[in-house]
């Protein structure tokens, strides 16, 4: 039996071992099926970008031969084999694995779970084979596979490895694959990788004897005539990767962000948001006007800064942008319905819609560091609406012609027929300017298609007038000075008009009964009050009435009662002292409150002498 046979026969005999003695330290059956056994390098190991977050354990390789070797597992695994270990709830071990989590007593008990795997492994060494190996788990580490350098030292330097894998189950539960890499030499098969040819030794030219040459004598040289030596040369950049790893890279981490986004902004909104038929390609602005985005569309910028530059948007349809902001206010669907049916984007409702593009410019951003190779962050800036037919593709606005990648995706929510949400990037932002001949060929095609019928078009609409810009708080249109405006551009808001009512304090609840200790309270304090629940207009408030203080009242601290706060912040108006009041705050509850606005905290049920004391401290009678 030859070298290497004899190693697949040690490691096949160790990996099947794992499913026993595993599952013996779990408690529960563990399956390790459709072991492999094979010769490879780094590069290879590492090339498929899909890879999902990795956790990565070094082990130390003592006895005849040194080293090091690694075991490798996806985080979602490992969370499960951990949480199992120490007997975590089923809900909590599920939440551990879709977030892809490895921290605390979870890293702590995949650790025991890796200390059997060297076990077994030293166990198979120690029986079969004819020298002494022994594997020592050290540490646990997060490895995330697309920001792997194939040429770095980092995880483990490249060459050659030796890999043995296998995919793992619990029941129903897939487990992945488990891979344990060991470097091929210490398994003395470095000679026989197919990976890496042995190397040719090159032959060595015969001396050739001369006669010496005479050295000529150096010419002194003045001190005018010494020469400055000349500044060291820039290190070249980093060679750009080809286009089809660029744009398989980038597609994986959006695939990986889309998905993410979904759960935020449905967690945002407190009822599911799906996001599905993810299509991921390049496009010129020619392309995208006339075959992704040709109804009017909220346009909110996406500033990237990091180690590249530049600016991309994230496009909705305006229906689609009322429904997403007013059910974050929990506007009343009629009311949605209303504004959609109109089009009209504006006020709370438009306020509310950019905390949604802070929220997906958010989820970008983290899944760009953990995932990306380089630095990229993702800010939002300002909204504007853009009106397709409108959009002349010769000009700056809202973006120049070029090259750009197009992420788009349908999104579902429960009561309302939404469409697609489209980001779309500069192409050089992801390393994707240098696009293949046959791709630019085909959006120059789809331009002058598109150039040709514009230059064609004969029917009054494509000299229809701008759409007048709309007044304060969407009411009638603008004057005429303002009114015909370019597509997107910004008027400045009016101040509104001193309020003439009463002051008056706004008690904020989603259920009556819960304000009735306050009024008594503010009353006996010669303070008038306005009663409204999380549903109703508060604009009109600011307008109407001097607002003293506002106190917000949750008969269960939750999205609900946030969503109202994001209301008040959208009023256009400074906001007075707001008193959060509710049962059963925890600290990130209380940390959500102050960013919200809160000026204090009351926990409930409280005493009316508590009422009071908040009450005399934050709200002051006007003079």
């Known amino acids: 039996m030859d070298h290497r046979a004899i190693i697949d026969v040690v490691c096949k005999t160790g990996t099947e071992k794992l499913a026993s003695e595993i599952g013996m330290l779990l408690g529960q059956d563990l399956i390790c099926s459709d072991i492999k056994l094979t010769l490879t390098t780094k590069d290879n190991l590492f090339s498929n970008l899909e890879r999902k977050k990795t956790a990565l354990n070094r082990m130390s390789v003592e006895g005849d031969r040194e080293g090091n070797c690694y075991l490798l597992n996806s985080i979602s695994a490992a969370a499960i084999l951990a949480g199992t270990l120490i007997m975590l709830p089923e809900d909590v071990i599920e939440d551990s694995a879709n977030a892809e989590k490895l921290d605390g007593e979870l890293e702590d008990a995949f ?54 894998s296998c995919n793992m189950a619990f029941g129903e539960t897939d487990l992945g694959i488990q891979e344990f890499v060991v470097p091929a030499a210490i398994f003395d098969l470095e000679e ?21 040459e005479p050295t000529p004598e150096p010419e002194p040289v003045t001190a005018t005539e010494e020469a400055t030596p000349e500044p060291a040369a820039a290190p070249p950049p980093p060679p750009r990767p080809p286009f089809a790893d660029a744009k398989k890279l980038t597609d994986v981490v959006f695939n990986a962000t889309i998905g993410q986004l979904g759960e935020e902004i449905g967690a945002l909104l ?117 009106v397709p037919t409108k959009v002349d593709t010769a000009s700056e606005e809202p973006f120049p012609e070029g090259n750009y990648y197009l992420a788009s995706f349908a999104i579902t929510m429960d009561g309302f027929e939404l469409q697609r949400i489209l980001l779309i990037f500069p192409a050089e932002v992801f390393q994707l300017d240098d696009l293949p001949a046959t791709a630019q060929a085909s ?54 008009a001193e309020p003439t009512g009463a002051p008056v304090v706004l008690l904020i609840s989603d259920q009556e009964t819960a304000t009735a200790p306050f009024v008594e309270i503010l009353s006996s304090a010669g303070l008038e009050c306005q009663v409204l629940t999380f549903q109703d207009e508060v604009r009109e408030q600011f307008q109407h009435h001097k607002i003293l203080g506002i106190i917000l009242i949750m008969t269960q601290v939750g999205e609900k009662g946030f969503a109202s706060a994001i209301k008040l912040q959208s009023a256009g108006q400074p906001l007075p002292p707001i008193i959060f009041a509710g049962p059963e705050w925890t600290r990130s509850a209380v940390l959500r409150a102050v960013k919200y606005g809160a000026k204090d905290i009351l926990i409930m049920p409280a005493s009316n002498d508590e009422i009071q004391n908040k009450v005399t401290t934050h709200f002051k009678k006007a003079s």
Not at 470 to 484: N, Q, R
């Open 192 to 212: 026989t990788s197919a990976d890496t040819p042995a190397a040719t030794p090159e032959a060595k030219p015969e001396p050739v004897t001369t006669a010496p």
């Open 270 to 386: 407190g009822q599911p948001l799906k996001c599905s038929d993810v299509q991921l390609l390049m496009t010129s602005k020619a392309d995208f006007f006339s075959n992704h985005c040709i109804e009017k569309s909220v346009f909110s910028r996406l500033n990237v800064t990091g180690e590249r530059e530049g600016r991309g948007f994230m496009c909705v349809q305006v229906p689609d942008a009322v429904a997403l902001g007013g059910t974050l206010i929990m506007l009343p669907e009629d009311q949605i319905e209303k504004q959609r049916a109109a089009a009209n984007l504006d006020g709370e409702t438009e306020d509310a819609y950019g905390e949604i593009a802070n929220i997906l410019a958010g989820g970008l951003t983290q899944v760009f560091l953990d995932r990306y190779p380089q630095q990229l962050r993702f800010i939002r800036t300002e909204s504007e609406t853009v």
């Open 111 to 164: 650790g025991e779970v890796a200390n059997i795997i060297a076990g077994v492994y030293t166990q198979s060494f120690v029986d079969k084979y004819n020298k002494s190996l022994r594997f020592i788990k050290q540490s646990v580490e997060e490895l995330i596979p697309t920001k792997i350098d194939p040429a770095s030292d980092q995880p483990f330097p490249p060459g050659n490895y030796y890999v043995a």
């Open 443 to 496: 959006t120059e095609t789809s331009a002058n298609n598109t150039a040709s019928a514009e230059a064609t078009a004969t029917t009054p609409a494509a000299a229809t007038a701008p759409e007048p810009a709309l007044g304060e708080w969407g009411g009638p249109p603008a004057t005429p000075t303002t009114a015909g405006e370019a597509v997107g551009a910004t008027t400045a808001k009016q101040p509104l």
